[in-house]
């Protein structure tokens, strides 16, 4: 999968942002994080055909995961930022979701989340 991300910046603490991921087919999609020095963690996915959405822990209630299938595109609409939220967030594909939840995916080229207090 060819994925191109687009979305991310500077925002302050309560802000919203929205992430969007556009894929070069249809595939279960979602985003991982990496803040410094911290391994890559799942955030957020959505499955190829039902639309089934999984969350981590820490951004449930928080963020939301949608899919354009006419466009293939994904969204992370990311409210109530906190900084601990602030990472590199990467775009993430595969033709399984549960794959995808495990890492084993094709990646975007990340973009930057900075929530400051």
């Known amino acids: 999968a060819q994925l191109v991300e687009s979305g991310g910046g500077l925002v302050q603490r309560g802000d919203s942002l929205r992430l969007s991921c556009a894929a070069s087919?249809?595939?279960?999609m979602g985003w991982f994080r990496q803040a410094p020095g911290q391994e890559r963690e799942f955030v957020a996915a959505?499955?190829?055909?039902?639309?089934?959405?999984y969350y981590s822990d820490s951004v449930k209630g928080r963020f939301t995961i949608s899919r354009d299938n006419a466009r293939n595109t994904a969204y992370l609409q990311m409210n109530s930022l906190k900084p601990e939220d602030t990472a590199v967030y990467y775009c993430a594909a595969s033709n399984v979701v549960e794959q995808l939840r495990d890492g084993r995916a094709s990646w975007g080229q990340g973009t930057q989340v900075t929530v400051s207090s």
């Open positions: 959505i499955a190829r055909i039902a639309g089934t959405r």
């Open positions: 087919g249809r595939y279960a």
